[in-house]
């Protein structure tokens, strides 16, 4: 596993050690005994992929900060897209299935209903299109994958958790008193401990392609916020919504990122929840650290 220190790659690590795998965990990012890999060096990548010579590769390493990609444009191509050619070049080498996790960012939104596996990529700044074309390479290269999109990710907890909803925990936590959240953009969350057991059902199989992988329903930034406060019965905070304008950001982003797990539907194979309950288990583990 690449990126095994990573929000999604912490908690698949346990998902698959409790199924039973022998996980060999990598990351640029050394930590509890993690193996130093980064897949944007060919012969780092080469030389791991032979010396533990896996029944699976799955590739998680990316950089996912979209504003640092829309201003670093060669490092957002170098990560996302050379390091998943790297990797799959290693695992057509070897013969090797691989996992390649992507992202609802290859869309550009324009679509009012979710977004299925056969609708037409197009995204909007450099993180989705860095990402397709990681895509496009894992297709090209192998025949034997899985290609995984996610969207709005929480989890981690307080540490790792620098998305969204860590981002209204954390000013809960320091004591923020009024709150201002979009509501112009809607998406779908993706809760990474769902993710991880539906895509540890998913790997037992053969059935290889393109998968969309998103907790049920939609929402927007507002009303993700809107929840958080409501469960945690914060009355005493002000939740304004704002535009998209209140925040100027370097990359632009799509409309829309609701995905449809239809590919996993149309198989009797999508376990993700509803993404309300999934926001509520996450916030029930961590409630106790941003009370």
């Not at 709150?179 to 809607?186: G, H, P, R, T």
């Not at 009355?235 to 100027?248: C, G, M, Q, R």
Request: with cysteine; aromatic share 8%; glycine share 6%.
């Amino acid at each position: 596993m690449t990126g095994a220190a990573g929000v999604v790659g912490t908690d698949l690590c346990l998902v698959l050690k409790s199924a039973g795998y022998d996980v060999c965990q990598t990351d640029i990012n050394c930590e509890n005994g993690i193996m130093h890999l980064d897949v944007r060096d060919n012969r780092e990548v080469s030389s791991v992929v032979l010396k533990e010579h896996p029944g699976l590769v799955i590739h998680l390493a990316a950089e996912t900060d979209v504003d640092r990609c829309q201003i670093e444009v060669d490092h957002a191509y170098r990560t996302n897209t050379l390091g998943t050619w790297n990797v799959a070049l290693a695992c057509q080498r070897e013969d090797i299935p691989l996992v390649y996790v992507s992202t609802a960012g290859v869309f550009d939104g324009a679509k009012t209903e979710p977004y299925t596996e056969f609708d037409n990529p197009n995204p909007v700044n450099v993180y989705g299109k860095a990402k397709l074309e990681g895509e496009r390479l894992v297709a090209r290269l192998l025949s034997r994958y899985f290609i995984v999109r996610a969207a709005w990710m929480i989890g981690g907890g307080p540490a790792k958790d620098k998305k969204f909803v860590g981002k209204i925990l954390k000013q809960i936590k320091i004591g923020a008193k009024n709150l201002k959240a979009v509501n112009d953009k809607i998406g779908s969350l993706t809760y990474s401990l769902d993710f991880s057991r539906c895509l540890a059902e998913l790997i037992t199989t053969d059935f290889y392609g393109l998968y969309h992988m998103a907790n049920k329903g939609t929402c927007t930034r507002y009303d993700v916020a809107r929840h958080i406060l409501d469960h945690l019965e914060r009355k005493d905070l002000s939740l304004d919504p704002v535009t998209s304008e209140n925040f100027v950001l370097p990359a632009p982003r799509a409309n829309s990122e609701m995905l449809h797990n239809y590919a996993l539907e149309l198989r009797d194979m999508d376990k993700m929840r509803d993404w309300r309950e999934a926001l509520n288990d996450y916030l029930d583990k961590y409630a106790s650290q941003v009370a």
